[in-house]
C-alpha cells in the first residue's frame, strides 16, 4: 500500500509559480504522476518521473513551463509550475504507478493522493 498526501497549492495570478509536494508514505520504489481535473472536465496527464528521476514525461500544454522531480530520500515527489495560466486552474493529484514504464491514463496508477487546489487568476 502507498498513501500520498499532495500539498502547495493556492491562488497565484497569471505569470506566477507555485510548487506542489507529494509526500509518499509505504513502499514508494514506483512511478510518479501529476495529473490535474477541472470541475466538468475529465481529469488530465500533466507529468510523469520514473523511479530513478532520470525520465520524465510532460503534457505538450505545461512542456517548457512544469518540471517534475523527486527526492527519494524524503519520499517526496514536486511539480514546479512556472508562468502560470488561468487555464491551469484546476484540482491537482499525485499518483502512484506499480511499474518501470511511465503512464498517461489514469488507468495506469493504482494509488492516488486527495489532491490540492490551484487556482490562477488573470
Known amino acids: 500500500q502507498v498513501q500520498l498526501v499532495e500539498s502547495g497549492g493556492g491562488l497565484v495570478q497569471a505569470g506566477g509559480s507555485l510548487r506542489l509536494s507529494c509526500a509518499a508514505s509505504?513502499?514508494?520504489?514506483?512511478?510518479m504522476g501529476w495529473f490535474r481535473q477541472d470541475p466538468g472536465k475529465e481529469r488530465e496527464f500533466v507529468a510523469a518521473i520514473s523511479w530513478s528521476g532520470d525520465t520524465t514525461d510532460y503534457a505538450d500544454s505545461v512542456k517548457g513551463r512544469f518540471a517534475i522531480s523527486r527526492d527519494n530520500a524524503k519520499n517526496t515527489v514536486y511539480l514546479q509550475m512556472n508562468g502560470l495560466k488561468p487555464e491551469d486552474t484546476a484540482v491537482y493529484y499525485c499518483?502512484?504507478?506499480?511499474?518501470?514504464?511511465?503512464?498517461?491514463?489514469?488507468?495506469?496508477?493504482?494509488?492516488w493522493g486527495q489532491g490540492t487546489q490551484v487556482t490562477v487568476s488573470s
Open positions: 509505504g513502499r514508494t520504489l514506483y512511478i
Open positions: 499518483a502512484a504507478r506499480p511499474s518501470s514504464w511511465l503512464g498517461r491514463k489514469q488507468s495506469d496508477y493504482d494509488y
